[in-house]
């Protein structure tokens, strides 16, 4: 699983991000300096740093132009809401700019994708006999192929990537079908249906009242 | 058409005129005096022509012996004096009764009603006759005429002399004038050009320089350089750039720090809202979360939501400060101070900490609330700075026209760079202790403005290790109108 580091000086924030990634199995570092954090990334070998931008002593910017060379991917965390520091932070080389506060499962999302991008995320998922392959876009239950539609994959692999996290229906569908989308909710819970059926998932991906969807763990 | 083009063109015009008349007018009377002399000079050879005349016919009455000469022999001597003349320079005719008797060397028609109609009356050595400038073609005469009484009989004489020549000369003199005032104007036009561009100079520069103010350069200031208009237009200008930067400069001091302290702002509130946001969302989506975890877990939502509640009352403190007029009333420093103590030397207590205060019936004219807010931040400072043991005093003597009290702490203190931020709103010189504090970043930004309204002085002494001491030194009178300046 990969490992992430953490760069944030507010002591409750960074608990709040390393319980959120650990409940997905990450393993995380946390590092309240600036100076400090560019040592370790430096040294280390993290799969994606979490920054922050308001830092004593050295700056989330200031930070990123000084382990560059280094190439490990860099999600912006901000207070600010500035345009033109969202701008200079992707510039200066960051993958994804994430504003505070934040949901956790949008920052779940947001670091499955760039791990994706770079390759250190999972290129396989598991779950109670099913195997989905990420590349090849190939769901198997037991050995044998289960054949899904492309937004039934992305429902899967969505479930699948935050097993025993309870969804809700809007977060599903700005994550499948984007926030634009303005369709009803009513297709979320067609997809979830056909999902359920085609992998046979009755009695774990289940339906919590008020709330949305939670594929759970035994 | 530029400035410099007029003054060119006025200048250059003027010295052109008043050359050309002035030589005009000395050509002119050059032209008059030879003309006049010319004239006396007929007149002297014409009167001694005539004189001429007369003595040759005395001497024939005298040789002949009669009284009267006989007839035609007066006009044979005006014939002879005719062809005496001709082998000379002038010229003459002698007329009797219209009828021309004898002449010589006449190169116009002397008796012509025009020319008779224009001489003019000339007297000389008791003899009148009468003289004329005539035009002939492009040759000029001058013609003289006198009557000769010979023999009872009226003859006319005329003499003439021709004086083309200083017609001439008159004529070249004026085209030598012409040149060189040709040549004056091109030497004239190059020296004005040069001279008057020189002298408005300092008008381009000033102007480009107030074109680069004007388009945003207010920290330029001219050369302040060149004649004495010059320099008192480029002192004013420099007067008016100034002020200018000094507006903007405040303007944009104002604007950038309602910017920093929204930005701040936002980070403050967002950053408890993060947590509370998260750790909520994680007590809800977790299937299974231990009892551990949940207490954790909502710990820290409600250690953050007291954060939140502090920045509020905070803010709130800060806007009705902001905004309230001081309520002045005379306090009893001694009575306050006990009412501070009162309140809040049971909660330092709590932290091992010491409430002292020290006055003698010093009397303080403020608002009674704004103040008690202010000693309370300074307090509360003050022992989050204090160990266990240590001891904050409250004190207050009486300065010059000024009442100065002065809250003391015996702990961490803090560096130079601290102090001058001190007040800034959100400035925290260490922020994890701030937070473990309950502290906004606020508090001495409030107090700052409370004594800014009050007309007090706020000042911070303090060294690290060694301590703060924060004295305010407010006026005996309050300030007529609150300060209504910008606060932050």
Known sequence: MAEILIVEDDENIARMIEATLSMVGYRCDGCADGSEAVRRILEGSYDLILLDVMLPGMDGFEILTKIKNKGTPVIFLTALQDVGDKVKGLRLGAEDYIVKPFEAVELLARIEVVLRRTNAGRQQLAYDGILVDLQKHVVTKNGERVPLTPKEFDVLVFFMQNVDIAITRERLMAAIWGYEFEGESRTVDIHVQQVRRKLNLKGKLVTIPKLGYCLESR | ?488
């Open chain 2, 1 to 488: 058409m530029k400035l410099w083009h007029k003054v060119f063109l006025c200048t250059l015009a003027l010295a052109v005129l008043s050359v050309f008349c002035t030589s005009q007018l000395l050509i002119q009377q050059e032209f008059s005096r030879t003309v006049s002399a010319e004239t006396d000079r007929s007149l002297t050879e014409h009167s001694f022509f005539s004189a001429g005349i007369f003595s040759k016919l005395n001497y024939r009455k005298a040789g002949s012996g009669q009284p009267f000469l006989g007839d035609g022999e007066a006009e044979s001597i005006l014939v002879q004096a005719a062809a005496d003349q001709a082998g000379g320079k002038g010229g003459m005719a002698v007329y009797r009764d219209g009828v021309r008797i004898a002449s010589a060397n006449t190169p116009i028609e002397l008796r012509s009603g025009s020319l008779l109609e224009s001489m003019e009356q000339k007297t000389l050595n008791g003899e009148e006759c009468r003289t004329v400038i005539e035009k002939d073609g492009d040759r000029y005469h001058i013609v003289t005429a006198s009557l000769l009484p010979i023999e009872g009989e009226e003859y006319e004489l005329f003499t003439v002399r021709e004086l083309t020549g200083i017609y001439r000369a008159r004529e070249q003199e004026t085209r030598y004038a012409q040149g060189f005032l040709l040549l004056f104007s091109l030497v004239m036009a190059a020296v004005l050009s040069l001279v008057i561009r020189r002298l408005l100079s300092p008008l381009g520069r000033v102007n480009r320089g107030i074109g680069q103010i004007a388009r945003g350069e207010y920290g330029l200031r001219l050369q302040e350089s060149g004649s004495r208009e010059f320099r008192e237009l480029s002192q004013n200008v420099n007067t008016m750039a100034r002020s200018v930067e000094e507006n903007v400069e405040r303007i944009q001091g104002i604007a950038d720090s309602r910017k920093q302290f929204i930005d701040n702002l936002a980070h403050e509130m967002k950053t408890p809202l993060t947590s509370i946001l998260g750790f909520a969302d994680l007590l809800r989506i977790k299937r299974t979360v231990s009892d551990k975890q949940r207490r954790e877990y909502s710990g820290v939502v409600v250690e953050e939501a007291k954060r939140l509640q502090t920045l509020s009352g905070k803010l709130m403190e800060l806007a009705v400060a902001n905004h309230a007029k001081p309520d002045y009333a005379e306090l009893d420093v001694d009575l306050l101070f006990r009412e501070m103590g009162l309140t809040m030397a049971p909660l330092l207590a709590r932290r091992g900490i010491r409430l002292l205060w020290e006055s003698s019936g010093e009397k303080l004219t403020a608002d009674r609330e704004l103040v008690k807010s202010l000693l309370y931040n300074l307090v509360d400072n003050a022992a989050k700075a204090s160990k266990e043991g240590e001891e904050v005093l409250l004190s207050c003597v009486k300065g010059e026209g000024t009442v100065i009290l002065s809250v003391s702490d015996w702990g961490i203190g803090m560096d130079e760079k601290t102090v001058r931020r001190a007040t800034e709103a959100f400035y925290m010189a260490d922020k994890s202790r701030s937070r473990k504090n309950g502290g906004a970043g606020l508090g001495l930004a409030l107090c700052a403005r409370i004594a800014e309204m009050h007309g007090a002085q706020l000042r911070i002494k303090s060294a690290p290790g060694q301590g703060t001491t924060v004295f305010l030194a407010f006026p005996e009178t309050p300030p007529a109108e609150p300060e209504g300046g910008e606060s932050t």
